[in-house]
T-cell receptor, first 111, second 114 residues
Framework: EDQVTQSPEALRLQEGESSSLNCSYT??????LFWYRQDPGKGPEFLFT???AGEEKEKERLKATLTKKESFLHITAPKPEDSATYLC????????????FGQGTILTVHP | DSGVTQTPKHLITATGQRVTLRCSPR?????VYWYQQSLDQGLQFLIQ???????AKGNILERFSAQQFPDLHSELNLSSLELGDSALYFC?????????????FGPGTRLTVL
């Protein structure tokens, strides 16, 4: 059974204090690793898709990386508006694209 | 705005009742996925449709059913509702059935069962 585990469950940062979120996955025949941002009561907002180990993608203060077992979401000099829940999800070769999600990391950035 | 629309935004109903949630995918997207998000379970896959046909099922209860219509909108039907069915229900769409394509999520329907 596919599994995705995120850590930490919650992370509090001061504005400008860089850090990383972790996503460990066990997904048979990984076809894609996805990062989403979710604000309270809203739908997940797409951030990145990573397809193979060694791949990196960046968007503003966020950078996602992928290894054979983990993915990291690096946040550089975060701002209060980066506060949200960050979700990691994987899809495997025989899953017809269904996403297996981790429980998420709740990020709070204090001014 | 992802381009995926869901109605209604909120739904309050009683145990034993039946409700229908509606999803319109992004223009041109053929695949629709339904997910349930509860506090203790996180986001869980329910069911997928591709161009009108059921493609994959997750841990969807027998009391729940879905369909995708010729205009590609989809409906999720929940019957004999229980307190534990209270959750956020999201649909997501993408262009094809290929697993590497990105899924775009709608704003969700918050279901409260009293």
């Amino acid at each position: 059974e596919d599994q995705v585990t995120q850590s930490p469950e919650a992370l509090r940062l001061q504005e400008g204090e860089s850090s990383s979120l972790n996503c460990s996955y066990t997904v048979s025949g990984l076809r894609g690793l996805f990062w989403y941002r979710q604000d309270p009561g809203k739908g997940p907002e797409f951030l990145f898709t990573l397809y193979s180990a060694g791949e990196e993608k960046e968007k503003e203060r966020l950078k996602a990386t992928l290894t054979k077992k983990e993915s990291f979401l690096h946040i550089t000099a975060p701002k209060p508006e980066d506060s949200a829940t960050y979700l990691c999800a994987g899809t495997g070769g025989t899953s017809y694209g269904k996403l297996t999600f981790g429980q998420g990391t709740i990020l709070t950035v204090h001014p | 705005d992802s381009g995926v629309t869901q109605t209604p935004k909120h739904l309050i109903t009683a145990t034993g009742q039946r409700v229908t949630l509606r999803c319109s995918p992004r223009s041109g997207d053929l695949s629709v996925y339904w997910y349930q998000q509860s506090l203790d379970q996180g986001l869980q896959f329910l069911i997928q449709y591709y161009n009108g046909e059921e493609r994959a099922k997750g841990n969807i209860l027998e009391r729940f059913s879905a369909q995708q219509f010729p205009d590609l909108h989809s409906e999720l039907n929940l019957s004999s509702l229980e307190l534990g069915d209270s959750a956020l229900y999201f649909c997501a769409s993408r262009f094809s059935g290929e697993s590497t394509d990105t899924q775009y999520f709608g704003p969700g329907t918050r279901l409260t069962v009293l």
